[in-house]
């Protein structure tokens, strides 16, 4: 496999090489003024019964009749996605100035949320007996006598399907380093290359397959030939927009189904509470991903729920593991959170970012002072995608931000060797993320 050399002034992986203090937040269309609201119509909107409860339309649902055309597994890859690149420890709502939001991860696609600090800053992750891989215990994460997992980002242990790709990724980078001692990887050296390995596939995978399911193919090539017209950072000057953290990457919260199968034949049960984690792994509960991803060779997966601004009841009403004690209701509902925190980090209207970027924005009738960026994201995706990809504005948003961040990260396959492909085995005639979590 061709990677980089070793003399590279950075580090791949040495944490001193990564930037001191908390990274920055900032914004995609800083011309825009800020949406405003009441919170009390946020909270309405959001709560149960609101305009973002698919609960009441169960009823009148068909079986499948709001499947979407991609596989269920998606939605969650994009929530390790958001782990990896984002933790804001900010307070829900009120008392926050959004211009001193500090990001808590580097912006960067390098799997910090797996790796943390390595084998030497973060030992009680890997394997005493052999260091250069990950400790797997019985499918689930090494965990302290109190049952908190041991893991890069505690965030991944927050629901079972979150927690197994976490896991799948941790066995995944122990099978590169079989793979590489196979091939005559000096012992020194095998750790480094199967952490660089794992990460540039992983890379790849969002670029490759992960951005044109989501955002269209022609919007993912566009960006990746010729660069963001709204986010391009310089090298080493990253920076998360909040119209991406706060908006268009919660996108996904629209994804999530009512119900999901975890093997073949079993029953179907709603993501919380069924599949909160936070605790070890209990009989029953580990997940073929074949039931969510597509696999050659086994039957099809089940589909994403389409997006159309609604959330399944499971996000409208968290479980306090999810939440924490909260003094109001409505906080427990996912629609609420992400719509107060719109509001709260002072996101333009989605109209605004509409014009902004050059196309006729939607009309929603809900809405009539400006819709919030989130939300009409996700009915923009109804209205012109169908449900099964973002729009111009979410696309736009997302696509210039992930491909704009490997650009930024000097260490990154887009910067160092931009025409690298994946080295790993594949099924078929092209590397897919089922190949990289599903041996």
């Known amino acids: 496999m061709t990677l980089p050399t070793r003399d590279h002034c950075l580090s791949l992986v040495r944490a001193v090489d990564r930037p001191t203090g908390a990274a920055r937040y900032g914004r995609m269309f800083p011309g825009l003024q800020p949406l405003g609201g009441d919170p009390k119509l946020l909270m309405r909107a959001g709560d149960t019964g609101g305009i973002c409860d698919a609960a009441p339309l169960l009823d009148r649902l068909n079986p499948g009749s709001d499947d979407a055309a991609g596989a269920a597994g998606w939605p969650f890859f994009g929530q ?78 927050v629901h ?45 995978i969002v670029v490759h397959d992960f951005l044109p399911r989501l955002v269209g193919a022609a919007l993912a090539e566009d960006v990746l030939a010729n660069g963001g017209r709204w986010f391009a950072p310089e090298p080493m000057r990253a ?24 093997t ?50 499971s996000l409208i009403g968290l479980p306090v593991q999810v939440t924490g004690a909260v003094d109001t209701g409505a906080y427990h509902s996912l629609a609420v959170r992400d719509l107060l925190r719109g509001e709260t980090t002072g996101l333009p209207s989605g109209e605004a970012v509409a014009r902004e970027i050059g196309v006729q924005p939607l009309v929603l009738e809900d809405w009539p002072h400006g819709v919030p960026l989130w939300f009409y994201i996700l009915k923009e995706s109804e209205v012109l995608g169908d449900g099964d990809r973002l729009g111009p504005v979410g696309g736009r948003i997302v696509a210039e931000v992930l491909t704009g961040l490997l650009r930024a990260d000097p260490a990154s396959y887009l910067s160092l060797e931009p025409g690298w492909a994946p080295v790993l085995p594949a099924r078929g005639d092209r590397f897919t993320l089922a190949d990289l979590l599903i041996p």
């Open 80 to 157: 390790l996605i958001a782990h990896d690149i984002t933790a804001d420890r900010s307070p829900l709502a009120g008392g926050i100035d959004p211009e001193a939001l500090r990001n808590a991860r580097a912006p960067k696609l390098n799997l910090e949320m797996l790796y943390s600090d390595g084998p030497i800053g973060s030992p009680f992750l890997f394997d005493v007996r052999d260091p250069a891989k990950f400790l797997v215990v019985d499918g689930d994460v090494p965990r302290n006598p109190q049952g908190v997992a041991l893991i890069g980002d505690p965030r991944n242990d």
């Open 160 to 204: 079972r399907f979150a927690l197994s790709l976490h896991v799948a990724l941790l066995n995944a980078h122990n099978r590169v380093v079989d793979w590489l001692r196979d091939g005559g990887a000096a012992e020194a050296d095998v750790y480094d290359r199967a952490r660089v390995t794992l990460t540039w596939h992983y890379q790849w």
């Open 239 to 262: 920076y998360i927009p909040l119209e991406f953290a706060d908006a268009a990457f919660r996108y996904g919260h629209g994804q999530i189904r009512h119900t999901y199968r975890l």
């Open 264 to 313: 073949e034949g079993g029953p179907e049960v709603p993501l919380f509470p069924d599949l909160v984690g936070f605790g070890p792994l209990e009989p029953g509960r580990h997940i073929d991903l074949a039931q969510i991803f597509d696999v050659p060779g086994r039957p099809p997966a089940q589909r994403a729920k389409r997006l159309d601004g609604r959330l399944a009841s």
